[in-house]
């Protein structure tokens, strides 16, 4: 998808962004009235710009000259937004068909039984929206936006709204969606946990503009790109694999990028894979490797970037994965820190949440 | 009773139901196309829409009766039109009546729909649409479904309203026994006759009449009710 959109408020607000969107999970982090869901209003036809020009591959969606503005039905983009807008008159199967009835039958790429099937929702197809969980909703949205066969999604804040233990298996779909059916996302957030676990790439928008367009990677390395507001709560969200049952201590050990993590009290089975967050806060570092502690993960690493704000210091360390520690000014400079040091991360097995609700 | 009596029970009976029944269906698509543009479009003509969906409450259904009157007359463009190329004299017709009383009952509709649209949340029409749904079948598949209780509480609404109906249908359709007369007309008749067993005989035919319609509305409300979930 490429855009070039310029859209003018009343208020004086104005969206004024020019891009092109690759393959994979693009996500738009923003803060509030930033203009992401001006952006995703736009894309989807809900809102037209004022001018520029927005095409997915050959097919143009809206341009002023010529003037060209593809009604909202015509699009094709899935559009999942923060509040399901699931329709409450008709069971899950009614939802998931909704669309996917609507489009002709030489462009159904797509089937619901696969889609149903590929989430995992079979046991919900009977059921009334109002029985939903916050994530069963939330992977029926998904189920019926992936069965118009879309040519691209939108998902607004599609986390916001389910509690953070539901939010795994949503992360996972969303990666599994996009290895499975290559169709292209924009995750448009305000939740730089979200962002960093979900997408490949992070537009930066900042009062109507993009001011920055970093890989997830870099943003790791790279921290204070964004203000430390949204650093403050951050946490690492990781996927992870299981390696090993839960033990007489109740522990479970846990696989991150290779390396070994011990999890306490987690119902989780042997080879399941899960996705796990740990708070930047909960990430002690120390540069000893002390034994005679109640930590049960002390982790080797190195410190790949180090970046201070006003009253706190972020350390990404790079133990199989890249993760961030939060700490304070005075141990930042307690520590000496540098870039390259060897370091230790202790996390308390507790610590580590499990999220696969 | 005699065999006269049951005659205009009956007869009245019918035409009340007749006249309630096209009252209604006129009402209908004009108040849900009104509601829809007022409250989902937010038309220029808003404000238009809105008087028009107020002023027959704020007039004495006689003064309905007798602009219709003026209206409809034979004397009128419309009533000359209708007479000159289809030779139809709708004044003192059961057409005519069911016209007034649709008039007289339509703020009753017009608002009870406009108030279940307002209550529909738009986040699910524009879903729709994104979906692949015109703004037709959004509308038939979305809107009025979840809009169904403001729309059944205006079916029910004009139609007791129009059964109820005397000052404006016995202007323009007169006293027309199988004809023009209305359960409320037959009552008024038998009252200036004396005939005060009639009266009231014919006032529990309207009483039962107007509970069996909020009957089959709170049973209509609950089977969509137990569909919907909600």
């Known amino acids: 998808m490429d855009f070039n959109i310029y859209k003018k408020y009343d208020s004086g607000f104005v969206l004024n962004v020019n891009e092109i969107i690759g393959d994979g999970i693009t996500a738009v982090f923003g803060t509030s009235g930033s203009g992401k869901t001006t952006l995703l209003n736009c894309i989807a036809g809900i809102v037209n710009p004022d001018r520029g020009k927005i095409n997915i591959g050959d097919q143009i969606l809206y341009s002023d000259h010529p003037k060209v503005i593809l009604p909202i039905h015509q699009r094709r983009i899935g559009y999942v937004s923060q509040e399901v807008t699931l329709f409450p008159q008709m069971n899950v199967l009614e939802n998931i068909y909704f669309g996917h009835n609507l489009i002709p039958q030489r462009e159904r790429k797509i089937l619901p039984e696969y889609v149903i099937n590929f989430l995992e929702i079979e046991p919900l197809l009977g059921k009334q929206i109002s029985s939903l969980s916050g994530g069963e909703k939330q992977k029926v949205a998904l189920a019926r936006v992936l069965s118009i066969s879309p040519d691209f999604l939108l998902l607004d804040e599609a986390l916001a709204s389910i509690d953070q233990k539901s939010s795994g298996k949503i992360i996972t779909n969303l990666k599994r969606i996009w290895s499975e059916f290559k169709i292209p996302m924009m995750y448009v957030s305000h939740s730089i946990s979200e962002v960093l676990a979900i997408a490949d790439h992070v537009l930066i928008l900042h009062e109507g503009r993009f001011v920055n367009s970093v890989s997830s990677k870099d943003l790791f390395l790279d921290t204070d790109l964004i203000s430390s507001d949204y650093w403050f709560g951050f946490e690492n969200i990781k996927s992870a694999k299981v390696v090993s049952q839960i033990n007489s201590d109740q522990i479970v050990e846990i696989e991150i990028g290779g390396v070994v993590f011990n999890v306490s009290g987690e119902q989780i089975l042997l080879n399941d894979q899960v996705n796990v967050a740990v708070g930047s806060n909960e990430i002690i570092l120390s540069k000893i490797q002390t034994f005679d502690t109640s930590v049960q993960n002390i982790i080797r690493g190195e410190i790949v970037s180090i970046s201070e704000f006003e009253s706190f210091a972020l350390v990404c360390v790079k133990a199989g994965e890249n993760f961030l520690s939060r700490i304070s000014l005075a141990a930042a400079r307690n520590l000496e820190l540098n870039v390259g040091e060897e370091i230790f991360m202790m996390i308390k097995s507790n610590s580590i949440k499990v999220l696969n609700g | ?230």
Not at chain 2, 70 to 78: A, F, P
Not at chain 2, 147 to 169: C, M, N, P, W
Request: proline share 3%; glycine share 8%.
């Open chain 2, 1 to 230: 009773m005699n065999h006269i009596q049951e005659t205009i029970y009956y007869s009245s009976l019918l035409v009340s139901l007749k006249v309630s029944v096209v009252a209604t269906l006129i009402n209908l698509p004009i108040a849900t196309l009104l509601a829809w543009l007022s409250i989902r479009r937010r038309v220029r003509l808003r404000m238009l829409i809105e008087i028009i969906g107020i002023i027959p409450l704020a007039l004495p259904p006689v003064t309905i009766g007798f602009l219709l009157l003026i209206v409809l007359g034979r004397n009128s463009i419309i009533g000359s039109f209708l007479h000159d190329i289809f030779g139809v004299d709708l004044i003192f017709t059961w057409w005519a009546t069911a016209l007034a009383a649709a008039v007289v009952s339509y703020p009753l509709v017009y608002k009870a729909i406009s108030i279940g649209f307002a209550g529909v949340d738009s986040r699910l029409e524009l879903a729709a649409r994104t979906l692949g749904a015109d703004t037709f079948r959004t509308f038939f598949v979305v809107t009025i479904p979840l809009a169904y209780k403001g729309v059944l509480a205006g079916i029910i609404g004009g139609f007791v309203r129009a059964l109820s109906e005397f000052g404006a249908t016995s202007v323009v359709g007169g006293n027309i026994a199988g004809e023009t007369q209305t359960l409320p007309i037959a009552i008024y008749s038998s009252v200036l006759s004396g005939d005060n067993s009639a009266a009231v005989i014919l006032s529990l035919i309207s009483g039962v009449l107007a509970v069996v319609t909020l009957l089959i509305h709170n049973w209509m409300s609950k089977k969509i009710e137990d569909k919907n979930g909600f």
